[in-house]
């Protein structure tokens, strides 16, 4: 399957534990993902994402995440694109 990506979005954040800006995506004009965190790797050769989470008692539960590595590697790529266009 393949996964049409637009309406990225990056909001540069002051650093903040390797966390350098905050991103949005709408995937084939029908699902908004936003609140992605960008984080520079802690060997400085690149960026990671995270998708959000939400406390639930002790525990972090994944609000959502790509089920597939092809959408993994769709969002990851049009947001380290435009991260870098932009400011990172």
Known sequence: MEFRISDVRITPIRRNDG?????????????YLGSIGIHRKLDG???????????????????????????????ETALFRECQRLIC
């Open 19 to 31: 966390l350098v800006a905050i991103g949005s995506v709408v995937v084939n004009d029908s699902l």
């Open 45 to 75: 050769s690149g960026y990671r994402l995270t998708y959000p989470t939400k406390k639930a008692g002790i525990e972090n539960r994944t609000v959502y995440h790509p089920l597939t590595p092809e959408l993994s590697k769709a969002v």
